[in-house]
Each structure stands twice: as C-alpha cells, then as structure tokens.
C-alpha cells in the first residue's frame, strides 16, 4: 500500500501545489501562528474548486486544546457540509488533561482525524482508549510527544505495531530521517507542513519539496508489520 501523505494548506495555492506534488490529502487551516484554527469558508470553496484531492477541514476555533463553548464550532462544522465538506480535524482536552469532545452532529457519518491534542493529554494510554471508540475517527494526527516527532519517535514506533483503532498519521516536527524508522515500524501515513515551504508560513506549499516527500515515502517500504 503506498503511504499517505498530507500536506498542509492555508489557501488555494497551497493546494494545487500540494496536488501537482503528489500529495494524497490536504489539511486546511488558517492561523498557523496559532497552531491551527479553522479556515474560512471562501478557501474551502476555493479549495475544492482548485483540485481534486481529499481535503479535510480544521475545527478549532481558539489557541489551545480547550473545548469550544456554546454551538460555534458545531454550526460552522454544519456550513462546511453544506458546502461539500464531509472530511475533518478535530480534538480537545478538558481540564483534567483527557479527552473531551463537543456533541457536533453535523459530522455523523463524516471521517476525520484526531488531532495532536493527544500528544497533551495527561494520561496518553487512557486518551487513546477513548479515541478508539470515537464514531468516525480513521486518522490520530500525532508526534507521540508535545515536544515533536523527534521525541515521540520511540512511542510512535510502539504505537505503530498495534492494529487497533484509528490509523497513525506521523506529523508535528516531522523530519526526512524519521521517515525510515517510522515506515520500518509500520506507519504508513504522514503530515507535512513547514518542511514543504521553502521560506516558513509567509511562503507557499513548494511543488518540488512536496515531491520529495512523495519520493522519500514511495522509497521506504514497511518491514516490520
């Protein structure tokens, strides 16, 4: 099975970018300054205007992994379906430190991804168990540490043997020498941002740095699952 690899998009541009590199799957955020919140609903329209690949939609609406309070978050979820969006990135933590998601009902029967709030929660065995029972959930987006995939290596490739649940999406700090390890346990699907802009969040998505990510997955068949 070829890898997956999602790439991050704050606009059109980025995406066609990302499509013509050989990415499998978008992200759209805004707001990277802020670790991510939810795009606007003009770049979504544009968005999937401009191409044709998965393109999952961001739900955060605040710094932090906090629980979204009142109906926001769930109305804006249900105007993204509306306009095509049936894919999307969420997870929050409470207080405590464990997993904590809002009752959003606009994404029954939608597919989406876990976000790195587990990789802040206090009790990472116990947010996982939760995680796994979680209608819906197919992707769990995650460095295996707050500090980035190179601390999480070693619990990545841990988590990586166990078949159960959503799927590891290895992302946050992701560098081209973790690749080999991480395929070699079995991960096979990756997240990409910074490390395809050749100048930071002010530049686009770079076609050619897309592709070499593409190469560098295509190149590193899994051995040990």
């Given at each position: 099975m070829q890898p997956i690899l999602e790439v991050i998009a704050l606009n059109a541009v980025d995406a066609r970018a990302a499509q013509e590199g050989g990415a499998d799957r978008i992200e759209l955020v805004a707001g990277m300054s802020r670790d991510g919140l939810s795009p606007d609903l003009e770049t979504f329209t544009q968005v999937k205007a401009a191409?044709?690949?998965?393109?999952?939609?961001?739900?955060?609406?605040?710094?932090g992994f906090g629980r979204p309070a009142g109906t926001g978050l769930n109305d804006r979820a249900a105007a993204f379906r509306r306009a095509g969006a049936d894919e999307f990135v969420l997870g929050f933590l409470d207080a405590d430190g464990a997993v904590d998601l809002p009752p959003l009902e606009a994404l029954d029967g939608c597919a989406w991804t876990f976000h790195r709030a587990v990789d802040h929660?206090?009790?990472r065995a116990a947010a996982l168990r939760v995680?796994?029972?979680?209608?819906g959930v197919d992707y769990l987006l995650?460095?295996?540490?707050?500090?980035?995939?190179?601390?999480?290596?070693?619990?990545?490739r841990a988590e990586a043997t166990?078949?159960?649940?959503?799927r590891i999406l290895a992302g946050g700090g992701l560098l081209p020498e973790h690749v080999a390890?991480?395929?070699?346990?079995?991960?096979?699907?990756?997240?990409v941002g910074s490390g395809v802009r050749r100048g930071g969040w002010d530049s686009p998505v770079?076609?050619?740095?897309?592709?070499?990510?593409?190469?560098?997955?295509?190149?590193?068949?899994?051995?040990?699952?």
């Amino acid at each position: 099975m070829q890898p997956i690899l999602e790439v991050i998009a704050l606009n059109a541009v980025d995406a066609r970018a990302a499509q013509e590199g050989g990415a499998d799957r978008i992200e759209l955020v805004a707001g990277m300054s802020r670790d991510g919140l939810s795009p606007d609903l003009e770049t979504f329209t544009q968005v999937k205007a401009a191409t044709e690949i998965a393109v999952r939609v961001m739900l955060r609406d605040r710094d932090g992994f906090g629980r979204p309070a009142g109906t926001g978050l769930n109305d804006r979820a249900a105007a993204f379906r509306r306009a095509g969006a049936d894919e999307f990135v969420l997870g929050f933590l409470d207080a405590d430190g464990a997993v904590d998601l809002p009752p959003l009902e606009a994404l029954d029967g939608c597919a989406w991804t876990f976000h790195r709030a587990v990789d802040h929660a206090a009790d990472r065995a116990a947010a996982l168990r939760v995680i796994r029972a979680l209608p819906g959930v197919d992707y769990l987006l995650t460095a295996g540490s707050p500090a980035g995939v190179g601390a999480g290596l070693e619990v990545l490739r841990a988590e990586a043997t166990r078949a159960a649940g959503p799927r590891i999406l290895a992302g946050g700090g992701l560098l081209p020498e973790h690749v080999a390890p991480l395929r070699a346990a079995g991960v096979d699907a990756f997240h990409v941002g910074s490390g395809v802009r050749r100048g930071g969040w002010d530049s686009p998505v770079d076609a050619d740095l897309v592709r070499s990510w593409r190469s560098l997955l295509d190149a590193h068949p899994p051995t040990d699952k």
